[in-house]
């Protein structure tokens, strides 16, 4: 089966050609549908960039991203992506944000209302449909933008660190809810965080990028079994994945400059 998402030799620069900042440096990777795929690493080594890039709201400066095999030169209604910070428009309730993109598409009153309702039963908002952004926790919030950000029913939801700005509790919980919505709806996931513990207790694979500008340093499958439950958090196999993905974090980019060992030989 060809894979859904395709990069190839993915390259982003910005600023003057003749002075440029090189954010992302030669991404090669696939992302095979139904997959969760996680990146970490570094800050500031180009991973939100990418997401951008595979978003179509940036274009790579060389190289190509493939959609189902179709070069990809802009935002598509195949790919829902959302972002840390929320961004709900806070006259509109839960519903009527959620509705939002369908009745941008011209989606009837009747069916946007009834898929509306669907994705706040699936992202358990049960009771809170006619509430405000400001009456809900910062976790309901995040729901409610990812049940928007699934009005379209995407083939590809990529999460940029979405649950950065939440405390430790809250972010397990909706860890727990993200698994369930992808296990009910086979979503192909590619996703963003620093929480190296998230990544692995949610990924089928966790790339880790190097500092700026962003190479991929390490592939790593995670063989851990599905559904993963809050006891796998102390397995010993869940922590030798933990510790491999640090490790390929804390490894050092290649110099581009030769060590004394090189220029001895």
Request: glycine content about 6%.
């Amino acid at each position: 089966m060809s894979p859904l998402l395709s990069l190839s030799h993915v390259c982003k620069a910005y600023g003057d050609p003749a002075d440029p900042l090189h954010a992302l440096d030669d991404i090669t990777f696939e992302v095979q549908r139904g997959e969760f795929v996680c990146i970490v690493g570094p800050s500031g080594g180009g991973k939100s960039t990418l997401l951008r890039l595979v978003a179509g709201l940036l274009q790579p400066s060389s190289g190509h991203i493939l959609l189902d095999g179709d070069v990809l030169v802009e935002p598509s209604p195949r790919i829902g992506i959302v972002f840390q910070n929320i961004n709900l428009m806070p006259w509109r309730t839960v519903l009527a944000n959620i509705a939002l993109p369908l009745e941008l598409s011209g989606v009837g009153r009747e069916q946007r209302q009834r898929v509306a309702q669907e994705l706040i039963h699936l992202v358990a908002l049960d009771g809170f449909a006619h509430h405000y952004p400001h009456q809900l926790s910062g976790g309901m919030q995040q729901r409610a933008a990812i049940a928007r950000t699934l009005a379209h029913d995407p083939d590809l939801l990529l999460l940029d660190e979405p649950f950065g700005a939440l405390d430790a509790l809250t972010r397990e919980r909706l860890n727990r809810e993200l698994l369930r919505i992808h296990n009910m709806r086979q979503q192909t996931i590619l996703m963003v965080t620093h929480n190296i513990h998230e990544a692995v207790y949610l990924a089928d694979r966790v790339l880790v990028f190097s500092s700026r500008p962003g190479t991929i340093q390490s592939d790593i499958p995670i063989p851990l079994p599905h559904p993963r439950c809050d006891d796998l958090l102390t397995d010993a196999e869940y922590l030798h994945w933990v510790r491999r993905v640090r490790a390929a974090i804390d490894v050092p980019p290649p110099s581009p400059f030769p060590t004394e060992a090189d220029q001895a030989l």
